[in-house]
């Protein structure tokens, strides 16, 4: 029987994939597994018993993930799952920074009571003029899961894209539809574009990519899409940019207080994700990727360890090993196991920690186990079955 905590409201229709062998906990002591969406765990003590953290969600700046790794805690995402709630609002953002949508709105709820608000309109509308999407050059820092369809879907927008991502995945090249501009330098997409949107994760490379010195490359008039992290861009000098002419609309979906109320800026709260197909969606991915790592040993889509894959367990057994990426891991394994036979095996490293899953012939004995666990280097030993 495995334990799981939710704590975040998860939808049901994820939690409904858990099967009879796992029951709901409400305190994390008692917990193999937790599913966590906005709760801050970083103040958080971990019990021993804790096996894996999945995020029902992208992003993981919620979740203490080299710590984790130190004790053996798995972290998972759900990348993909909430893309096409973002890719819409993506649109939206679009929409309202080339149409004043919003502006025009606002006017017409004010004319509550007017009973001439049919004749003010056809005066007024044209303050609230715009342009169209079709023919504009739309620029994507990022071709993800979210950046792969916000490209596709512009190009039936009638949108000339322009993608760039020199990390792209194979899978998500496959995505891509043939219409798009593959960019191997971020400058030209600062230098053509009348549109950007950037879907990149927040790390050291890319905090605040857009900058002063970017904005300076693009045209002017440009519309900047942030739906990502606020982080990645240089708010302060949009703001400066946007005062200055240079830059036309600021699209953001994260409310502070550098853009909150600011002339030229719109900001939604941090609505990206938040659709009901996305946390459906979302909890189904992490449900998955829980049974499969608690029941298998497998790990799909995980931030702090690599993933591997054995598929479902036939041997009579099976061994998780968590340990540090160095050199000669799966010789002291082996030596230990002499006696064993290994039928199967799978040796995979992300960074500092690697992770090894070894079918057996025979359920091996406590003394093995400790022998396993006392190899220098090793974080931790699980039996899988």
């Given at each position: 029987?495995?334990?799981y905590m939710c704590l975040n409201p998860i939808s049901e229709v994820g939690l409904q994939r858990f099967t009879e062998d796992y029951s709901k906990v409400d305190s994390m002591e008692a917990a193999d597994v937790v599913l966590v969406r906005s709760a801050s765990m970083h103040e958080m003590e971990f019990p021993e018993n804790l096996q894996a953290i999945a995020r029902a969600g992208a992003g993981v700046n919620n979740i203490p993930l080299d710590r984790c790794a130190e004790q053996g805690i798995v972290v998972f995402n759900t990348p993909g799952a909430n893309a096409n709630g973002v890719k819409e609002l993506v649109f939206a953002g679009m929409l309202m920074a080339a149409r004043d949508v919003i502006g025009g709105a606002n006017w017409v709820q004010n004319q509550a009571g007017n009973e001439d608000v049919a004749k003010a309109t056809e005066k007024e509308k044209k303050k609230f003029a715009g342009r169209e999407l079709m023919g504009k050059k739309l620029g994507i820092i990022g071709l993800g899961a979210i950046g792969v369809q916000v490209a596709n879907?512009?190009?039936?927008?009638?949108?000339?894209?322009?993608?760039?991502?020199?990390?792209?995945?194979?899978?998500?090249?496959?995505?891509?539809?043939?219409?798009?501009?593959?960019?191997?330098?971020v400058n030209e997409i600062y230098r053509e574009c009348d549109y950007i949107t950037i879907h990149v994760p927040l790390m050291d490379a890319t905090r605040k990519m857009?900058?002063?010195?970017?904005?300076?490359?693009?045209?002017?008039?440009?519309?900047?899409?942030?739906?990502?992290?606020?982080?990645l861009v240089d708010e302060e000098a949009v703001i400066a940019a946007i005062e200055a002419g240079k830059v036309h609309r600021y699209v953001s979906d994260f409310p502070n207080p550098v853009t909150v109320g600011k002339k030229g800026v719109i900001v939604t709260p941090h609505l990206g994700a938040s659709t009901a197909e996305s946390e459906d969606n979302c909890a189904v991915m992490a449900v998955k990727e829980l049974k499969n790592f608690m029941e298998n040993g497998n790990i799909r889509n995980s931030v702090n360890y690599p993933n591997c894959d054995l598929g479902i367990c036939q041997a009579e057994a099976r061994l998780a090993i968590y340990h540090k990426n160095v050199k000669k891991m799966i010789s002291r394994f082996a030596d230990i196991l002499a006696d064993t036979n290994i039928k199967n095996m799978s040796n995979t490293s992300k960074g500092d920690y690697a992770y090894t899953l070894l079918d057996l012939d025979s359920v091996v004995s406590e003394e093995i186990l400790e022998r396993l666990k006392a190899v220098d280097g090793v974080i931790k030993v699980r039996i899988v079955k």
């Open positions: 029987m495995y334990q879907t512009a190009v039936h927008f009638g949108m000339d894209v322009y993608g760039y991502d020199p990390y792209i995945s194979i899978d998500a090249a496959w995505n891509l539809s043939r219409n798009i501009h593959h960019i191997n330098d857009i900058n002063a010195d970017a904005i300076q490359l693009m045209k002017d008039h440009v519309v900047i899409l942030n739906f990502a992290r606020d982080l």
